[in-house]
Antibody, heavy 121, light 107 residues
Framework: QLQLQESGPGLVKPSETLSLTCTVS??????????WDWIRQPPGKGLEWIGS???????YYNPSLKSRVTISVDTSKNQFSLKLSSVTAADTAVYYC?????????????WGQGTLVTVSS | DIQMTQSPSSLSASVGDRVTFTCRAS??????LNWYQQKPGKAPKLLLY???SLQSGVPSRFSGSGSGTDFTLTISSLQPEDFATYYC?????????FGQGTKVEIK
């Protein structure tokens, strides 16, 4: 059974960089069949797609965040990571990692449990 | 970006009720519409994809329909475990976008 687990600091200071890692178990991140995504949800609000990566290194980002986001993959550790720079209180959210098949229009079929990141001094 | 609008934002219903809610896209997304269920403190769970295809393991009381810009999710007989928030998501174009959710509450 595929499992995804987010990890990283729960508190980040304004203007600093948020860094999270998603560890994939029960399957290989190096499969050509999948993309690996980050999605976030501010407290009490809806879901926002941040971006995705293929094991080959191909990335796609939400234009609204593109200037601040970097997603990378470490196939040796079966992990992928998110960096979001210059954070503000508006970046406070539960951050989820997720998987989708690498075919057009695929849904997110596996999700991590999510991790709350609070931006505060 | 394609805007997704769900209605109603919340509804109250009883166990055994048939409930239907809708999702509208700001432009045609053909059938590239997915539905998720989210319970408090949990990650979203995929229910249906491609507007009407049931994800493996999801009960058959859930069904979806629609194409183009208008879509519906129906629960044929509401069960206690179905009280949750439901989100639609378009996977037609990047960035993928979600609706604001419909919260199903106990009457």
């Amino acid at each position: 059974q595929l499992q995804l687990q987010e990890s990283g600091p729960g508190l980040v200071k304004p203007s600093e960089t948020l860094s999270l890692t998603c560890t994939v178990s029960g399957g290989s991140i190096s499969s050509s069949s999948y993309f690996w995504d980050w999605i976030r949800q501010p407290p009490g609000k809806g879901l926002e797609w941040i971006g995705s990566i293929h094991y080959s290194g191909t990335t796609y980002y939400n234009p609204s965040l593109k200037s601040r986001v970097t997603i990378s993959v470490d196939t040796s550790k079966n992990q992928f990571s998110l960096k979001l720079s210059s954070v503000t209180a508006a970046d406070t959210a539960v951050y989820y990692c997720a998987r989708r098949r690498g075919i057009p229009a695929a849904p997110f079929d596996y999700w991590g449990q999510g991790t709350l990141v609070t931006v505060s001094s | 970006d394609i805007q997704m609008t769900q209605s109603p934002s919340s509804l109250s219903a009883s166990v055994g009720d048939r409930v239907t809610f809708t999702c509208r896209a700001s432009q045609s997304i053909t059938s590239y519409l997915n539905w998720y269920q989210q319970k408090p403190g949990k990650a979203p769970k995929l229910l249906l994809y491609a507007a009407s295809s049931l994800q493996s393991g999801v009960p058959s009381r859930f069904s979806g329909s629609g194409s183009g810009t208008d879509f519906t999710l129906t629960i044929s007989s509401l069960q206690p475990e179905d009280f949750a928030t439901y989100y639609c998501q378009q996977s037609y174009s990047t960035p993928q976008t979600f609706g604001q959710g419909t919260k199903v509450e106990i009457k």
